[in-house]
């Protein structure tokens, strides 16, 4: 993952609320197993049918409860993919927001009235380390859990957090024996 702490640029705008991961990436894409090359079907119903456009902007402002439905990642990878660093939204569901993190996707909560400032401006400038969100209308607050904001700040996903306790991991595996408890060989 690479880190985040700025992300800046022009604003594309899905102004629909309880969008669902289906949408997001429809269920016959979901064949690959690698994180990539999901981009080129983001809302591919939607696009192909001509009822919105997009433009691969570092941020996307979206109504709420953005990312509802099934918890498939591919979601998430397909955001990314596309070219999106940033989804601005009133509110994401669990399970959605969740996995953004761990691939370095920064999902921010505004308010209603915020998120459409920030849509209108059409250009703003996200800071994760601050929590604000800047752009023609002013400065905005969203918050970010200090673990959440530790793993897009130093571009850590969950093998990477892993990989951290490399030394404590060592020395466990080193220690052998009564450190690693009953071993049992039945099941």
């Known amino acids: 993952m690479r880190p985040l702490d700025v992300i800046e640029g022009k604003v594309s705008v899905l102004d629909r ?4 991961t289906d949408q997001i990436i ?7 197993v690698e994180r ?3 981009g080129e079907f983001l809302f591919y119903d939607w696009i192909r049918d001509g009822e919105i456009e997009l433009e691969p902007n570092p941020i996307l402002v979206t109504g709420s409860n953005f990312g509802c439905g099934s918890s498939r990642e591919h979601a998430p990878w397909a955001l990314e993919d596309f070219g999106f660093q940033a989804i601005v939204a009133p509110s994401f569901a669990d399970i959605f927001y969740s996995n953004c993190t761990k691939v370095g996707l920064l999902p921010a909560i505004l308010d209603e009235a915020h998120c459409r400032a920030v849509a209108e401006a059409g250009e703003a400038r996200i800071d994760i380390d601050d929590e604000t969100v800047t752009c023609a209308a002013g400065v905005f607050q969203f918050a970010v859990e ?3 904001k530790h793993r897009l700040l130093n571009g850590l996903d969950d093998i990477g957090i892993t990989l951290g306790n490399a030394g404590a991991i060592d020395s466990f595996e080193r220690a052998g024996g009564e450190d690693r408890g009953p071993v049992t060989t039945a099941l």
């Open 17 to 20: 609320a309880d969008v669902d």
């Open 36 to 38: 990539t090359g999901f």
């Open 26 to 32: 429809p269920k016959q894409f979901l064949k690959r």
């Open 146 to 148: 200090p673990d959440v």
